[in-house]
T-cell receptor, first 111, second 114 residues
Framework: DQQVKQNSPSLSVQEGRISILNCDYT??????FLWYKKYPAEGPTFLIS?????DKNEDGRFTVFLNKSAKHLSLHIVPSQPGDSAVYFC??????????FGKGTRLSVIA | KAGVTQTPRYLIKTRGQQVTLSCSPI?????VSWYQQTPGQGLQFLFE???????NKGNFPGRFSGRQFSNSRSEMNVSTLELGDSALYLC?????????????FGPGTRLTVL
């Protein structure tokens, strides 16, 4: 049973527009959420995180929104740039338990 | 500061063989976690080591094992390789695997089992 789901395997967005990547989770014990970005032939790179006590966290062009009642989080990238093209993984943790990752969404930003 | 390094980067083995992968964490990091990434399953947690002790373990068979040395370097071993073990194996290190502690990933070892 997949506890963290990224239902869109891929997403294409034009340069300069907003990219919205979605993630749903089923475990109500999750209290910390992260997004990682992965380029080919490299390991995932931490992007942004959010604790369950918040509903929004912003870092430059990246904003993560958390809707606990819907068990849903999203990553907004504004404006999208060609260098943002990568696979994005959503991950969640409950206390100090190991991270549970989604299967990833491949974002393509088209110039 | 040097990042997480993993050796080898690529490996080809045949069914039934065993393999050992190595991970050197960022200097000062004491927690090392291992993940398996496959196209169909995303990243799946294998195990975590902290101060030479396995602190967490994922749902993988006993053929998958690991250890951590006193300098925090870690190895993972897969015995009796199966075709389905072909994957990218990622190692991540952190200062301590506390709830807000960021994990830094290495580039991975691409294992192909023929």
């Amino acid at each position: 049973d997949q506890q963290v789901k990224q239902n869109s395997p891929s997403l294409s967005v034009q340069e300069g527009r907003i990219s919205i990547l979605n993630c749903d989770y089923t475990n109500s014990m999750f209290d910390y959420f992260l997004w990682y970005k992965k380029y080919p032939a490299e390991g995932p790179t931490f992007l942004i995180s959010i604790s369950s006590i918040k509903d929004k966290n912003e870092d430059g062009r990246f904003t993560v929104f958390l809707n606990k009642s819907a068990k849903h989080l999203s990553l907004h990238i504004v404006p999208s740039q060609p260098g943002d093209s990568a696979v994005y993984f959503c991950a969640a943790s409950a206390g100090n338990t190991p991270l549970v990752f989604g299967k990833g969404t491949r974002l393509s930003v088209i110039a | 500061k040097a990042g997480v390094t993993q050796t080898p980067r690529y490996l080809i083995k045949t069914r039934g063989q065993q393999v050992t992968l190595s991970c050197s964490p960022i200097s000062g990091h004491r927690s090392v976690s291992w993940y398996q990434q496959t196209p169909g399953q995303g990243l799946q947690f294998l195990f975590e080591y902290f101060s030479e002790t396995q602190r967490n373990k994922g749902n993988f068979p006993g053929r998958f094992s690991g250890r951590q040395f006193s300098n925090s370097r870690s190895e993972m071993n897969v015995s009796t390789l199966e075709l389905g073990d072909s994957a990218l194996y990622l190692c991540a290190s952190s200062l301590d695997r506390g709830i807000t502690d960021t994990q830094y990933f290495g580039p991975g070892t691409r294992l192909t089992v023929l």
